[in-house]
RNA sequence: GGGGACGUAGCUCAAUUGGUUAGUAGCGCUGCCCUGUCACGGCAGAGGUUGCGGGUUCGAGCCCCGUCGUCCCCGCCA
């Protein structure tokens, strides 16, 4: 029991929460100069009071906007009380600023509310941060007064606007005909792919759920089921370690339809993207996007997920390099490698030691060495040129049109490598001398991913996109003997260099599934254990069909023009996984772990 | 798992080469004054375990080791 002193007096408890004669009218976003003359009540926090004595200003503030209130010390006696962040009930006469005192820059900056009564809902300690855009705050605070920092209105916009994308994307899907069907977020683990996060069974013994990766194989248990249009606002879980842009638990647009092909999946999607950026942004952007092989976008722009904003490509000088007198590259073509360059025009500000620390980035990414040269009014400027011909000079400025102020850098290696290396080093460049073309909205689609790759850790071919990943109907017959041939039909939608969504037609025939799970070195034995369930529905007439699954949080953050996904997920986690402000995750009593049949190892 | 940056007042930051008792710092906070401000203004004031632990040194905010936390990157993320 607390004491007397710490005890709240009745006729104050009473006006905390006893019955309110002052109930809003208005928000603080609403007021303009056509209500003046008009009652009002506003509610909200005070976001700065401005006392001069006889006369105190201050701006109320709630989700809406900023109003600013006026308060008479001689008649309202709780003028000099309130202070930032109290929570406030103010009602009176709407009335327009005199002469030449209106605000321009703020919404109801025409007029002010004469306050006739006030009262104070609740006070508050100094915070720890003032509620305002003008300064950066550590994250790690932010995190810690979440609550606060959502108070901010730039962090409110944010989530509205992801409110309003959410809205937006159940409508189109609405009216397409697509229903929102929820899955379970107690379900089994499937080891393939990410980690899991687990949780123990209390009922049954020593056995865990998982919390699903993704909806994935419940969706095409749906399409089994004859769901043909089927979409969801998914919580999805992956323990793995985070990102700028990857949290732990984070939401999916999740899609999937029977009947389909691929140019479906696009077609819709194409349409949502359309929607999203014309009401989100007022953005037209043109549709059909294009679409890149995945080895179209490796070879001409070092990436999966290439920027298109960027107008420098990579391009193979295998052949000019052939017979050149620089061993180095002539070798490695002799060799069956490659020599790859990338062309980087407004290097004017570049020196030596900027194309060293190139060098370095490259051999970090898995290059044995970086080529440069840069055109300078002296000529070549490199420590590799001069050990070019002349002939090979002359076929370089000519295939890549090379113009003084321009610069050239070259990697030689196995051609995916090499490609990999200059794609890395483009994005860094691109950045470093503003060659990002922002005013763009860059939108493709990549397709034709190899269906396996082979995973050196557990020496066995893994699934690049999933174990459901349809192999390309052209590349069936190359299943059996040359898996790291076969393409997919998988593919990504990329909008300015970033993975937004990804998905795939689907394995929709039993003996092809078991097939794939064989290549994947995943018994029958160990396939009908872990997915059972498919492998039987996929008995039972499913149909052909395929899905994709968008990055709702990545997407929001892309359309807000949020620098961090944690800016537009209310509550989010840190990088090393854990909430500042309820401190999760967190022990457990023992009697809970007993319950639950587990015992932790420290 | 690995690499990098950072950690000083409530907040944002400063503090020369390791040198007195940490800085007239900005914002915020407290008190007083002020009837037209809007990042109000004026005067006065309070506020510090330099993340934590150890070491080197005559002397450490600064150097070294460890540790914790935040952020970024690689691995990882079907």
Redesign the pocket.
Same mark, same amino acid.
């Given at each position: 029991m607390k004491g007397p002193s710490s005890m709240v007096p009745f006729d104050k408890l009473r006006a905390r929460h006893g019955p309110r004669s002052l109930k809003r009218t208005h928000t603080c976003g609403d007021l303009t100069a056509k209500h003046a003359g008009k009652k009002a009540v506003l509610t909200g926090w005070c976001?700065?009071? &401005?006392? !001069?004595? #006889? /006369?105190?200003?201050v701006?109320l503030r709630d989700r809406y906007g900023k109003t600013?209130v006026?308060l008479?010390p001689?008649k309202i006696r709780q003028a000099?009380e309130i202070?930032?962040e109290y929570v406030l009930a103010v009602s009176g006469a709407v009335?327009k600023?005199?002469k #030449?005192? %209106?605000?321009k820059?703020?919404a109801t #900056?025409a007029v %002010?509310l004469?306050v006739e009564e006030c009262a104070i809902l609740n006070r508050s300690p100094?915070? *720890? =941060?003032?509620i305002?855009e %003008?300064?950066?705050?550590? %994250?790690? /605070? &932010?995190?810690q007064y979440r609550f606060l920092d959502l108070r901010k209105p730039k962090m409110q916009k944010f989530l509205i606007l992801r409110h309003q994308t959410a809205q937006i994307v159940r409508n189109y899907f609405s009216q397409k005909g697509f229903l929102e069907i929820e899955t379970p977020m107690l379900t089994r683990s499937?080891p393939? #792919? @990410?980690?899991d996060y687990l949780v123990p069974s209390r009922v049954q013994a020593g056995k865990f759920f998982a919390l699903?990766?993704?909806?994935?194989?419940f969706k095409q248990l749906l399409m089994v089921a004859g769901f043909d249009k089927y979409f969801q606002l998914v919580k999805?879980f992956?323990d793995?370690?985070? &990102?700028?842009?990857?949290q732990p638990e984070f939401t999916q647009i999740d899609v999937e339809a029977s009947f389909v092909e691929r140019e479906d999946i696009f077609a819709l999607v194409e349409g949502l993207m359309a929607v999203l950026l014309k009401e989100v942004l007022g953005v037209k952007i043109k549709t059909p996007f294009d679409r890149l092989s995945y080895v179209e976008a490796l070879w001409n722009y070092g990436s999966d997920k290439p920027d298109r904003r960027i107008v420098w490509k990579i391009v193979d000088v295998s052949e000019i390099f052939q017979k050149s007198p620089f061993k180095i590259f002539s070798q490695a073509v002799a060799g069956g490698k490659s020599v790859q360059t990338l062309k980087v025009t407004g290097t004017g500000v570049l020196v030596r030691k900027d194309f060293e620390a190139l060098e370095a980035l490259a051999v970090?990414?898995g290059a044995r060495g970086l080529g440069w040269a840069k055109l300078t009014k002296e000529g070549w400027m490199s420590p590799i040129a001069k050990n070019f011909s002349e002939a090979d000079k002359s076929a370089l400025v000519k295939e890549l049109q090379l113009k003084e102020g321009d610069a050239v850098l070259f990697v030689a290696d196995e051609k995916n490598l090499a490609c990999a290396v200059l794609g +890395?080093l483009r994005l860094e460049l691109a950045e470093k001398l503003k060659a990002i073309d922002t005013a763009r909205n860059d939108f493709c689609w990549v397709t034709d991913f190899p269906l396996f790759?082979w995973?050196?850790?557990e020496k066995r071919y893994?699934?690049? !996109?999933? *174990? =459901? +990943?349809s192999p390309h109907p052209d590349d069936l017959s190359l299943l059996a003997g040359e898996p790291q041939k076969v393409r997919s039909q998988?593919y990504d939608l990329v909008w300015n260099g970033s993975e937004i969504g990804g998905g795939s037609i689907r394995i929709h025939d039993r003996a092809l599934q078991q097939q794939v799970f064989e290549i994947l070195n995943i018994s029958s034995a160990d396939a009908e254990r872990r997915f059972g369930f498919l492998l039987k529905a996929l008995e039972y007439g499913a149909p052909p069909h395929g899905g994709i699954?968008l990055g709702f949080d990545r997407l929001v953050m892309l359309l807000s023009g949020a620098?961090?996904?944690?800016d537009v997920i209310a509550f989010?986690? +840190? @990088?090393?996984?854990?909430c500042?402000m309820t401190e999760a995750p967190a022990e457990v009593d023992a009697r809970q772990l007993k319950e639950l049949h587990i015992q932790t190892t420290r």
């Open positions: 976001d700065v009071r &401005r006392d !001069h004595g #006889g /006369l105190v200003f701006d600013q006026v008479d001689k000099k202070r930032p009335r600023r005199p #030449g005192m %209106e605000n820059k703020m #900056g %002010e004469a100094t915070p *720890p =941060f003032e305002s %003008e300064k950066e705050v550590s %994250e790690d /605070l &932010r995190l499937t393939e #792919g @990410a980690r699903p990766q993704s909806p994935q194989l999805c992956r793995e370690d985070l &990102r700028a842009d990857r970090r990414s +890395t790759e995973s050196a850790l893994v699934s690049v !996109h999933h *174990p =459901f +990943t998988g699954a620098d961090s996904i944690r989010p986690k +840190t @990088a090393s996984a854990t500042l």
